[in-house]
């Protein structure tokens, strides 16, 4: 059953208070391990995700373009952008059942970068054209290490990329009443966080740190990375680090 974005933004707004708090984030804490992509035959990596105080059940995406910027795959998505159903799509018969949702401005980089446009004319899966099993999973709720690998050997340098998008965290500019007439904007409100680093195989430096590159448009038309991040509160929380490794 599919159900409008104005739906959506009205049966989810009940928690737009609870997603935009911070979370004390334990001192000790240890990461989650996950894995993806388990029988790839390319470079091994291992990328570990540590979150920050503004952390509260972000979508998430990685990704690997060579040093050109032509998208080669993904590594990971949060399986409810990467199969086109939230499991919390839908209150309307009075508890939450799973719905397929469009949501093109959660990770339009990601998004964007893959290059397969639907019959609606948007860039976000649908579960007739769904991200393999492979490559998806729930999004981790605490800090987490990815064990995964690339398809096959491909070139010895390419970029990391990882994008990260928080629902309901509004700021003083990126307000509620910013695009009144854009539904896809309300369902992200900042927009999304791309990190980015070059891994080079031949490198004796086994650990790379991935660096904020910059944003996602507010409405996911576009797959542009925006360097203007003056407006970023909280969103920029969300994250404590990022690094990926060699192994």
């Known amino acids: 059953m599919k159900i409008s974005s104005l739906v959506y933004i009205l049966i989810l707004s009940a928690l737009s208070t609870q997603a935009c708090k911070s979370t004390k984030v334990p001192e000790a804490e240890i990461p989650e391990n996950i894995t993806s992509n388990i029988a790839g035959q390319g470079p091994h990596l291992q990328i570990e995700f540590l979150r920050g105080e503004a952390h509260n059940h972000p979508l998430m995406a990685i990704w690997v373009e060579d040093e050109t910027g032509k998208f080669m795959q993904t590594l990971f998505v949060a399986e409810s952008l990467g199969k086109g159903i939230f499991q919390h799509g839908d209150a309307t018969s009075g508890q939450w059942l799973p719905a397929e949702i469009r949501r093109p401005a959660a990770l339009p980089v990601w998004s964007h970068s893959r290059g397969i446009k639907e019959p609606d004319g948007l860039f976000v899966p649908t579960p007739e054209h769904a991200v393999a099993d492979a490559y998806t ?109 060699e192994l």
């Open 137 to 245: 999973g729930a999004t981790p709720q605490i800090s987490f290490i990815l064990d995964t690998r690339l398809d096959k050997p491909g070139p010895d340098k390419f970029y990391v990329y990882f994008e990260i998008n928080q629902t309901w965290d509004w700021n003083e500019y990126w307000t509620n009443n910013k695009f009144p007439d854009d539904d896809v904007y309300k369902t992200s409100c900042q927009p999304s966080l791309i990190y980015r680093t070059l891994v080079d195989l031949t490198d004796n430096q086994k650990t790379d740190q991935l660096e904020l590159v910059g944003r996602g448009h507010h409405s996911g038309k576009d797959g542009e990375i925006y360097t203007d991040l003056e407006t970023m509160t909280t969103a920029l929380n969300i994250t404590r680090s990022i690094t990926v490794k």
